[in-house]
T-cell receptor, first 117, second 113 residues
Framework: GAVVSQHPSWVICKSGTSVKIECRSL??????MFWYRQFPKQSLMLMAT?????????EQGVEKDKFLINHASLTLSTLTVTSAHPEDSSFYIC?????????????FGSGTRLTVV | GESVGLHLPTLSVQEGDNSIINCAYS??????FIWYKQESGKGPQFIID?????DKRQGQRVTVLLNKTVKHLSLQIAATQPGDSAVYFC????????????FGTGTSLTVIP
């Protein structure tokens, strides 16, 4: 089945630095990927839609200059948290859909836990 | 984003009993719904989906019911097992707005052996 891989799975960074998270579709091509953010014991909040070869579409309230998204190929989207602060500490999850899939379900990566100290 | 669900509720059931997890949505234009299961520290896993032209769909041990009149859907898990312990989310796609899904608050299910 469709597999989405995220890297790293866990990262600790100092306040003010930037962190890049990768999301890869391993056995299918994805023109669109989605980035979510999840705080402890809360739901997933859609941050942005990553579009291959074009600009990402951000949800209302999400700072595009803070969360840079690049979707340079059909199998890779990256999310860069710039000038990270402790309040950016969260679980970041990406998803993509295999167009060959029989159902419309999106496959999620295993998530990246970001801790900013 | 859209509002789906309210505060995170919890549900405890005895092993072998049936579980019913509920979800309310607010956008009447939502026409496709997915139930996901999320275990601690992992990404969500697809369980079952349903389109708005249906009111019931069954899978293996799971059934999803959709009531468009009151904007409510439920996930029924038959013969609940310890491995079913997780947080369950409903997610909605709004017609003609793209392929993005918005998640509900979630329900934490604990199965008591």
């Amino acid at each position: 089945g469709a597999v989405v891989s995220q890297h790293p799975s866990w990262v600790i960074c100092k306040s003010g630095t930037s962190v890049k998270i990768e999301c890869r579709s391993l056995d299918f091509q994805a023109t669109t990927m989605f980035w979510y953010r999840q705080f402890p014991k809360q739901s997933l909040m859609l941050m942005a839609t990553s579009n291959e070869g074009s600009k990402a579409t951000y949800e209302q309230g999400v700072e595009k200059d803070k969360f840079l998204i690049n979707h340079a190929s059909l199998t890779l989207s990256t999310l860069t948290v710039t000038s990270a602060h402790p309040e950016d500490s969260s679980f970041y999850i990406c998803s993509a859909r295999d167009p060959q899939s029989l159902n419309y379900g999106y496959t999620f990566g295993s998530g990246t836990r970001l801790t900013v100290v | 984003g859209e509002s789906v669900g309210l505060h995170l509720p919890t549900l405890s059931v005895q092993e072998g009993d049936n579980s019913i997890i509920n979800c309310a949505y607010s956008n009447s234009a939502s026409d496709y719904f997915i139930w996901y299961k999320q275990e601690s520290g992992k990404g969500p896993q697809f369980i079952i989906d349903i389109r708005s032209n249906m009111d019931k769909r069954q899978g293996q041990r799971v059934t999803v019911l959709l009531n468009k009149t009151v904007k409510h859907l439920s996930l029924q898990i038959a013969a609940t097992q310890p491995g079913d312990s997780a947080v369950y989310f409903c997610a909605e796609n709004i017609k003609n707005t793209g392929n993005q899904f918005y998640f509900g608050t979630g329900t934490s299910l604990t199965v008591i052996p």
